[in-house]
C-alpha cells in the first residue's frame, strides 16, 4: 500500500513537471546562420535569456540580414518571428516600411557607437566596420586605399558577396558610390576581371578565401581578431583605407504581431545587458554596441581604426538602393 502510494506520489510529481515544462512560452527569434551557429553567440545568448526569463528562446535562421528582410516581406502579418536579431542598419527604412515592427522600450543610454542613436523601433547590439582581409603572408604590400584596390589592373584578386543578399555585399555596394559617385558603375567594371565570385552571404565567401582562392575578401576590421584569439595566427590583417570605411551596425527588433509582447520586450532590454553584450566580442567579433566599464574589450583591442566613418543614411539607402544595384549588375554582368 505504501509502495502505490509512493509511487502515485512520484507520478503526480512528474506529471506536474511536464505540465510546468509544457506551459513554459516560447519567444521565437529570427536571426541570420553564423550568430545562431556552432561559434556564434546564439547558445550564451539562449541559455543566459532563459536563465532569467522562465521561457525557451527558439532560433530560426536566415542566410544574412537581406535573407531575414526577404522573409519578412514574404511572410508579412503571418510571421511567426517574435523578435529578430540581425537586420543590418542599412536596411533600417526597408524594414520600418513593412510595418511590422513595434517600439522596442529599451533604455538606450550610453551606448558605445561611433554615431549617436534615439531609434525608438530597433536597437543596435554590435558594430564594426567593413574592410578587406588579406592573410599578410601571400600580400606583403595590400592595397591602402580603394581606388588603388580597385584601378590597379595588376592588383590582388577578390572573393565578394551579392549586395542583394548580404550585408558586406551591400555594404561594400555603398563604399564604392560613397568613394566614386557617378562613376561607381565604371569602378565596378574595372574590379569585375579580378572578382573571383559574388557569393550569396559572407561564410561562403570568407571560406573561399581561407583555402586560397582569392587573396582578399570582403569583411570587417575585427575578423583578424578571430584569428589571433582562437587560432593564435597574426597573418591574417584588414587592410586600411585612405579614403575611409563604411560603417556596420547590426540592429534587433519586436514585431507588433508578436504573441509574447512582455517577453519580446524583455528580451528587447537583455539584448543591451552585460550577459548579452559580454558574448558579442568573442563569437560575433564585433564590437558590442556597450562597452564594458573597462573599455573597449581585450580581444578586438589593436584593430586598424578608420580615418573615417563612410555613412548613408537609411533613407538614402532605401531611395537609391535600386539605382545602386542596378550600376553594379549592368557593370559586372557583362
Not at 542598419?89 to 524594414?95: D, P, T
Not at 533604455?107 to 531609434?119: E, G, M, R
Not at 555603398?174 to 559574388?198: C, H, N, S
Not at 573561399?208 to 582569392?214: D, H, N
Request: overall charge neutral; some cysteine.
Amino acid at each position: 500500500m505504501l509502495r502505490r502510494f509512493l509511487l502515485t506520489l512520484v507520478s503526480l510529481g512528474l506529471a506536474a513537471g511536464l505540465a510546468q515544462a509544457q506551459t513554459k512560452p516560447t519567444l521565437t527569434v529570427y536571426t541570420y546562420s553564423s550568430f545562431a551557429g556552432k561559434y556564434g553567440p546564439g547558445k550564451p545568448v539562449k541559455e543566459r535569456f532563459e536563465a532569467t526569463c522562465g521561457c525557451e528562446l527558439n532560433w530560426v535562421t536566415a542566410e544574412d540580414a537581406g535573407s531575414l528582410l526577404g522573409r519578412l516581406r514574404l511572410e508579412g502579418e503571418n510571421t511567426k518571428a517574435d523578435a529578430v536579431v540581425g537586420l543590418d542598419m542599412n536596411l533600417v527604412a526597408e524594414a520600418k516600411s513593412l510595418n511590422l515592427f513595434a517600439p522596442h522600450g529599451a533604455d538606450v543610454k550610453d551606448l558605445t557607437l561611433p554615431i549617436q542613436w534615439n531609434d525608438e523601433t530597433f536597437i543596435p547590439f554590435d558594430w564594426g566596420y567593413y574592410a578587406f582581409v588579406y592573410d599578410a603572408n601571400k600580400l606583403p604590400n595590400p592595397p591602402k586605399s580603394l581606388k588603388e584596390l580597385v584601378d590597379n589592373p595588376n592588383g590582388p584578386k577578390v572573393v565578394l558577396q551579392d549586395p542583394r543578399t548580404s550585408a558586406p555585399g551591400l555594404g561594400l555596394l555603398l563604399w564604392m558610390q560613397k568613394v566614386y559617385g557617378d562613376k561607381a558603375g565604371e569602378a565596378w567594371g574595372k574590379l569585375k576581371p579580378r572578382i573571383v565570385t559574388f557569393t550569396k552571404g559572407w561564410s561562403e565567401a570568407y571560406g573561399l578565401f581561407l583555402k586560397g582562392e582569392a587573396d582578399m575578401v570582403m569583411s570587417y576590421t575585427t575578423s583578424p581578431a578571430y584569428h589571433i584569439v582562437a587560432e593564435k595566427k597574426d597573418n591574417y590583417k584588414a587592410a586600411a583605407f585612405t579614403e575611409g570605411h563604411y560603417l556596420h551596425v547590426e540592429l534587433a527588433g519586436m514585431t507588433r504581431t508578436t504573441k509574447q509582447p512582455d517577453l519580446a520586450k524583455k528580451f528587447m532590454a537583455f539584448i543591451l545587458s552585460e550577459p548579452f553584450q559580454s558574448t558579442i566580442p568573442e563569437t560575433n567579433w564585433m564590437y558590442p554596441a556597450k562597452n564594458p566599464p573597462s573599455g573597449t574589450p581585450a580581444a578586438l583591442k589593436g584593430m586598424i581604426e578608420p580615418s573615417q566613418a563612410l555613412l548613408f543614411t537609411p533613407e538614402e539607402v532605401q531611395q537609391n538602393r535600386r539605382t545602386f544595384t542596378d550600376a553594379w549588375l549592368n557593370a559586372t554582368a557583362r
